[in-house]
């Protein structure tokens, strides 16, 4: 976010370690568009900037969410509320034209448990798979050089939401929306069995789509009532999961490899440790507080190395 582009250890991490940066919340919808249909673009604009001054590339997240939107939507006829989805649409994608290498579209379609698609402002108003479509149409013809991407999460954790989600891409595809890629989120559980990972990579696989693992992270926190593991116990789980997620992404044909993105740098820069989530002791992304590499660090260039 803008404010961490004002912290110069910040600065210097993301500059030594990344060639790709995602705007974690102040290009989304909510920071965008007011609840009286005004636009802002201060912080996306600064973010495109330090993209373009640094020689990144910029990930633009995302364009439909399903979490927001619902006020400024509100009240709106079928016509109007079409006419105005368009129209967000070939703004934002319109205005980073050019800017961005690419966008998550459309962001966490597919139910939390698997189970068919999400009901919300927009499938009601434009049909469950009818508003992705139209916006991936929409996206193409305001950025056509952009790679779009359906993106989601939990896909490795829940076979059943994985198989869900790929069902879908299949289904849009040969209604014929312009999907780019894929692009799986991976915030990881680390108890997931060994294997998991590595087999839903092989399955997003086989549509021949770049993947995007778009925010990995990986908590030591369990949900457990009870958890007797050590650290330790809890960070060899994390290693080899990330590790395991690594390798299987370094197998993909390099075409398929579009990019690795971690869901921030430093374990205090993560939503994980914010507010009531934060006990002080996870460890979820590469860096400590201090900006040294952490355990998970080593475990990412193992997995790219093997």
């Known amino acids: ?19 790709q940066l995602t ?20 912080a996306p604009d600064r973010l495109a900037t330090f993209c373009a001054t640094n020689g990144m590339r910029l990930h633009g997240h995302a364009l439909i969410w399903f979490s927001q939107g619902v006020k400024a939507f509100a009240g709106l006829d079928q016509a109007r509320f079409a006419a105005a989805y368009d129209h967000y649409i070939a703004t934002v994608a319109g205005r ?3 800017r961005v290498a690419s966008w998550d579209v459309v962001n966490e379609a597919i139910a939390e448990d698997g189970n068919g698609l999400r009901d919300c402002h927009w499938s009601r108003a434009l049909g469950q798979d009818g508003y992705m479509i139209r916006a991936f149409e929409q996206a193409k013809l305001a950025d056509p050089g952009a790679v779009l991407f359906l993106n989601d999460y939990n896909l490795e954790n829940n076979p059943r939401k994985g198989a869900t989600f790929l069902r879908t891409v299949e289904r849009l ?13 991976s915030h990881l559980d680390i108890d997931i069995p060994a294997g998991q990972t590595a087999a839903f990579m092989r399955d997003a696989a086989a549509f021949g789509l770049p993947i995007h693992v778009s925010e990995l992270d990986a908590s030591l926190n369990s949900e457990r009532r009870l958890d007797t593991r050590s650290p330790g116990q809890k960070l060899a789980r994390q290693q080899a999961r990330v590790t395991e997620l690594a390798q299987a992404f370094s197998d993909l044909p390099a075409a398929q490899r579009f990019a690795f993105t971690v869901w921030g740098i430093r374990d205090t820069d993560s939503w994980l440790r914010r507010g009531e989530r934060d006990d002080g002791r996870d460890s979820p992304l590469l860096f400590n507080a201090a900006g040294r590499p952490n355990p998970m660090f080593g475990a990412l260039a193992d997995g790219f190395q093997s």
Do not use: C, N
């Open 96 to 98: 980073y034209r050019g």
């Open 23 to 42: 705007p974690e919340w102040e290009m989304k919808m909510e920071y965008i568009l007011s609840d009286d249909g005004s636009y802002r673009f201060q």
């Open 173 to 185: 595809l040969r209604a014929g929306a312009p999907i780019g890629g894929i692009g799986t989120q």
């Open 1 to 19: 976010m803008t404010g961490q582009l004002d912290d110069p250890r910040w600065v210097r991490l993301a500059t030594t370690h990344f060639s």
